[in-house]
C-alpha cells in the first residue's frame, strides 16, 4: 500500500498520544503534565483537547485536569463494540454533512472491493443516486479513485482488471494507462475529484481516511450547479477528517 500521511493523519496520531496519556491517568492529567509527556507544543495541544472535548474523548475535571470521557469508555469496551463504532461515526458524518452542505460518505476497500459503509444526506443534501454498483465503477468515482491512489500498483492493476472501465458519461476515464497515470500523479494531501465522470449532474470529492491495514475515505457529492463549492467544501473536508480517522484507529 503506498498510504502517505496527510494532515488529518497526523492529528489523529497526536490525538491518540494524548489519549494513552490521559487513560494512564485516571485521577486526572493536566494539560501542562500532557504537554510535557507527549511532547506536543501547548498551542497545539489545546486545540487537540478542544476537539477530543467535543467528541467525548476526554472530560475536564476540577484543577483543570483532564480524564476519559464516555465516548472513549464506550468504544473500548468489548461489548457491542461495532455498534458503538457505528453510532459515533454516524455523529461525525451527520456533523460533516451539516458543516459542509453535502452528502457524506464513509467508504472502505475491503477484500478487493470498494464498499460505501456508511452516509449521512438529507432532504437539502440528496445522495448520489447509484445507478451503476460502486463496487464496480471505482474508475469513474471520487470514492473508488481515492482508494485506489491508496494501493500499490499491482493493487491498481488487479483492480481494473476485475472491473471493466466502461463509460458513464462523457468524461469517463476508460483508459486504464490514462488512469494510473493520473492516480500516481495524485498529491496525498489534495482531493480527489470526480467532474461528471460517475453521473451526469454530480461532482464529488474524496479525502483519504486510512486507519492502520484498512484502507479507507471520506467523500461528499454536490449538485452540478453547486460545483463552485466543490474545492472548499472538499478542504472542509479534509481539514475535519481527524475524528473519523480517531474513531477508527481507536
Known amino acids: 500500500m503506498s498510504f502517505k500521511p496527510t494532515a488529518p493523519y497526523h492529528c489523529a496520531q497526536e490525538a491518540l498520544r494524548v489519549l494513552e496519556t490521559v487513560s494512564g491517568h485516571p485521577s486526572g492529567v493536566t494539560a501542562a503534565e500532557l504537554a510535557r509527556r507527549t511532547g506536543l507544543d501547548p498551542g497545539r495541544l489545546t486545540g487537540l483537547l478542544r476537539m477530543l472535548r467535543r467528541e467525548g ?34 455523529q ?49 468515482t471520487a470514492v473508488g479513485k481515492s482508494l485506489l491512489t491508496q494501493l500499490d500498483a499491482n493493487a491498481r492493476r488487479d483492480h481494473l482488471a476485475r472491473h471493466k472501465m466502461a463509460r458513464l458519461t462523457s468524461r469517463t476515464i476508460t483508459s486504464d494507462k490514462l488512469l494510473l497515470s493520473r492516480l500516481e500523479a495524485q498529491p496525498p ?14 461532482v464529488c470529492a474524496a479525502v483519504p481516511v486510512t486507519a492502520g491495514t484498512t484502507v479507507g475515505c471520506l467523500a461528499l457529492s454536490l449538485p452540478v450547479r453547486d460545483a463552485h463549492r466543490l474545492k472548499r467544501a472538499a478542504d472542509a473536508l479534509n481539514r475535519n477528517a481527524a475524528p473519523v480517522l480517531l474513531s477508527l484507529a481507536i
Open 57 to 90: 474523548y476526554v472530560q475536564e475535571i476540577a484543577d483543570s485536569a483532564y480524564v476519559t470521557g464516555e465516548t472513549l469508555r464506550r468504544l473500548g469496551s468489548a461489548h457491542d463494540r461495532e455498534r458503538a463504532l457505528r453510532d459515533n461515526l454516524q
Open 92 to 140: 461525525n458524518l451527520d456533523r460533516l454533512r451539516d458543516s459542509v452542505g453535502a452528502a457524506v460518505y464513509l467508504s472502505r476497500y475491503v477484500d478487493g472491493e470498494v464498499r460505501v459503509t456508511q452516509y449521512a444526506a438529507g432532504p437539502a443534501t440528496p445522495a448520489v443516486n447509484e445507478w451503476v454498483d460502486f463496487r464496480c465503477s471505482a474508475h469513474a
Open 189 to 202: 494531501s489534495a482531493p480527489v475529484l470526480d467532474l461528471q465522470e460517475y453521473a451526469v449532474g454530480t
